[in-house]
């Protein structure tokens, strides 16, 4: 399954909106998604599963690529 990661780069500053950046990322689970990002410096807001419908919307943006952990 492939998971949308909301998260800001700097886990020591106050999580601003406008500073949000996403990455797509393969996993199984929620908590393997945790896993595999454990050792990246970055602060998790949102873990989003994508499927059907959804999947295929954000494949259509030219930022869609699968993090390769």
């Known amino acids: 399954m492939i998971f949308k990661v909301f998260y800001q780069e700097n886990p020591d500053e106050v999580p601003v909106r406008e500073k949000t950046k996403t990455l797509y990322i393969e996993a ?33 943006n030219p930022d869609f690529k699968v993090l390769e952990i």
């Open 28 to 60: 199984e689970s929620e908590r393997e998604v945790r896993q595999k990002l454990q050792g990246h410096t970055m602060n998790i807001e949102y873990i989003q599963p994508l499927e059907g419908a959804h999947l295929e919307y954000e494949k259509k």
